[in-house]
């Protein structure tokens, strides 16, 4: 019993030198912010495991494949780690093992901008104009009951309300024009709680409107998932997007790489486009005709890929956890996000 211990420490020790002495095959797939393709490979993927190699004095190369050549390299053991805004996923737990989570990820979708001139308010400025004019109508009213009979506000019900509404609208836009003015102490009363409510109310409303008349608007706005079933969706080939999509039975037109699933959204191909909420990000950060709409669908965790029951998985496990308590991870992480 004591020799089989004995061997299987010995065994674990000649493993873990065996581990750092050998060449570590890393692959990886261009998906920016993850992985930056030029002259050399860059990026939050890139750097982030160049941090944990470090930390490990691991000796590694790195290749560059497609996102389906990174997978089956790890499945066929012809990889040892892949790297690159990886889905941790039910379906790919099943023939790899990850690291713990690198970041948090959904999906998310985007659209074209819409080029109305006319704004497209919003649900919420609509109902916020509706309690406006009840604001309004509400202290017209009890202006009116308190000031009528003065010689600024007429006795009889028309026009007098006409000119407290009017009353109203002055003060809560803080024009105060000074044409009425409040005769009675009652009067008085109504419009100095007209002053303390209105004037806020007024501002507020009217900012909700400015917001939705100069902010970007989606052409094709999403919702929910049902929202998605009623458009054509791009996305990248072969991606936990896609296989998300193919479950909902959204009709799905996909490209060799979201740049051009980018450029079928300007061409009228798709209605939206949708992939990690990541990579959509950055797209949209750097196009002046696509914005986020929707919120983020399926939030999920992204790991580092590795053949299933790798040695590596602990030792990289530890490397993670202490770059992140030391905040080498945090530098990396603000860098692309």
Not at 91 to 111: K, L, Y
Not at 252 to 266: F, G, K, M, N
Not at 274 to 303: C, E, K, W
Request: with cysteine; hydrophobic share 45%.
């Amino acid at each position: 019993m004591i020799a089989r211990v004995v061997l299987a420490i010995a065994f674990t020790i000649a493993s873990s030198h065996a581990i750092t002495a050998e060449t570590i095959r890393v692959v990886a797939s261009e998906l920016p912010p993850c992985v930056f393709a030029g002259e050399e490979l860059s990026g939050f993927s890139v750097e982030l495991w160049e941090a944990l190699a470090d930390e490990l004095e691991f000796d590694y190369e790195l290749n560059l494949l497609t996102f389906d050549e990174k997978l089956d390299a790890i499945r066929s053991r012809s990889a040892d780690v892949a790297i690159g805004c990886i889905s941790v996923s039910a379906d790919r737990e099943r023939d790899m093992d990850f690291t713990h989570a690198i970041t948090t990820n959904g999906f998310t979708t985007a659209s074209l901008i819409e080029a109305s001139l006319i704004p497209n308010f919003s649900d919420e400025s609509l109902k916020m104009l509706l309690l406006l004019l009840l604001f309004v109508i509400f202290f017209a009213h009890l202006m009116w009951w308190s000031e009528h009979g003065q010689s600024s506000i007429s006795d009889r019900y028309f026009p007098g309300v006409f000119q407290s509404i009017w009353f109203s609208l002055v003060t809560m836009s803080t024009v105060g024009y000074g044409d009425i003015a409040p005769q009675r102490w009652l009067g008085r009363i109504s419009a100095a709680l007209l002053i303390l409510t209105g004037v806020t109310a007024f501002g507020v409303i009217f900012g909700q409107f400015a917001a939705d008349a100069l902010g970007q608007r989606a052409a094709k706005p999403v919702a929910a998932t049902s929202d998605l079933r009623t458009y054509v969706v791009g996305t990248k080939a072969h991606t936990a997007t896609a296989e998300y999509l193919g479950e909902l039975g959204v009709e799905t037109i996909e490209y060799a790489d979201l740049e051009s699933a980018a450029d079928a959204i300007r061409t009228g191909s798709v209605d939206v486009i949708m992939h990690d909420t990541l990579a959509i990000n950055h797209l949209v950060q750097r196009s002046d005709d696509l914005v986020i709409t929707g919120p983020t669908f399926s939030p999920h965790y992204l790991g580092i890929a590795l053949q299933e029951s790798s040695p590596l998985r602990e030792s990289l496990n530890a490397a993670l956890l202490k770059i992140q308590a030391d905040g080498r991870y945090q530098t990396i992480h603000h860098r692309w996000f």
